[in-house]
Every structure is written in C-alpha cells, then in structure tokens.
C-alpha cells in the first residue's frame, strides 16, 4: 500500500460505508456507560478530524467544541504542518455525524515494516477502560471489514500513512504485541 501525494480521502463516501457499522450486534454502550463519549474531569478528552475531514461536519457544530491545533506542538509527524481539528462533544452527537475516530474505535491500524495493514485493538493510553478491549470481545465481522475498508482509502493520503507509520513504529518500540483482527478469519465481508 502505498499513499499518493496530495490524494484526499473522500470522506462523504467514508461516512456513508460507516454510517451503521457498530462492533457489537448491540448497543456496546451498554456494557461501560458510554464511557468513551463521557468528558474527562478536566474536559480534556477530544477527537483530532483526519485532514480535510472537517468538509462533512461543516464546523462549527453545536455539539461539538472545536480547536485548532498547530500540529508542531503536539505528536505528529514532521510532514502534518497544517493546522489540525480537534473536537470536544458537549453532548451526545448526532450518530450520522459522529466522527471517524469514534467510528473505528475500539480498532487502531498498524502498518507493517512491509506496508501491511493490520486492524488491532487499541494500544494509546486511554483514561477509562472499555470492555471491549479489556475483554478481548468478539467484534462483528462486518464492522471489522467495513473498518479495514475505511483505514485503505485513508490510507491513500501521505500525511495520515506518516502518522499510521510512526504510531506503527513506536508501538513496536514499546514492545506491545497486539492481537491481529484483520486480515484474518473474520477479514471477509
Ligand atoms: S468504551 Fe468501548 S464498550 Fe464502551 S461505548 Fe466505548 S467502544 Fe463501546
Ligand atoms: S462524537 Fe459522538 S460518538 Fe464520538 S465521542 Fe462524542 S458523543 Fe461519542
């Protein structure tokens, strides 16, 4: 796999593909309390948008606090120099509007040495726990192929391949061993 220069995902498609995939049958919700939609103590937690994703959500939103961050002064990689979208709920979103962050989540990609990409449970440091993760839960297949299918087109654009790559590269620098869930016995749609 490799990203084109310039190339931007086409997120309205992206949307759509998303729009209702869940990784339980279920409201996984259920099972923790919605914790990750709930804000941290000091209203920290937010969602960085994918470049150019903002075109959907025609920022502002209501639900939504919204900030820009200068992407120098925080972890990416070298080649994300334009200012970045960062996005706080206030409220429950409207589901077809949720970002894609929220829609992939429990699931990270990692990009082999080879440019293989894999689909594994989240590794980042998160302030609460989800069972989904901590349980090692079955997810649904069809939520595991549409979000592989998602991470391919996203793939395509340079600056999120950068930072799929160096997130890929620290996490093995860390010693984490993921568990693969895609490609594998549930990789088919
Ligand atoms: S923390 Fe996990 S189980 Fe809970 S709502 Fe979020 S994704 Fe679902
Ligand atoms: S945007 Fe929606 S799905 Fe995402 S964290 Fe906020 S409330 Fe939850």
């Given at each position: 796999m490799q990203p084109a220069p310039g190339y931007l995902p086409d997120y309205f498609w992206l949307y759509h593909l998303t729009a209702s995939v869940t990784p339980l049958a279920g409201d996984c919700g259920q099972l923790c309390g919605k914790t990750c939609c709930q804000p941290d103590a000091a209203n920290s937690l937010g969602i960085y948008l994918f470049p150019g994703e903002e075109a959907v959500l025609h920022l502002p939103r209501p639900w939504l606090e919204w900030e820009i961050h200068?992407?120098?002064?925080?972890?990416?990689?070298?080649?994300?120099q334009e200012p970045v979208h960062f996005v706080k709920c206030?409220?429950?979103?409207p589901r077809e509007l949720r970002p894609l962050a929220c829609r992939f989540f429990p699931l990270a990609p990692h990009l082999l040495r080879d440019g293989q990409l894999l689909l594994i449970y989240e590794t980042m440091p998160l302030p609460y726990r989800c069972p989904l993760i901590d349980q090692r839960r079955r997810l649904q297949k069809k939520f595991i192929s549409t979000t592989a299918l998602a991470w391919q087109e996203l793939l395509r654009n340079r600056l999120i391949y950068d930072l799929v790559w160096e997130d890929s590269r620290q996490r093995e620098k860390s010693g984490h061993r993921p568990a693969v869930l895609w490609p594998g016995k549930f990789s088919q749609p």
């Open positions: 200068d992407p120098r002064h925080y972890d990416f990689p070298a080649s994300w206030t409220g429950p979103c």
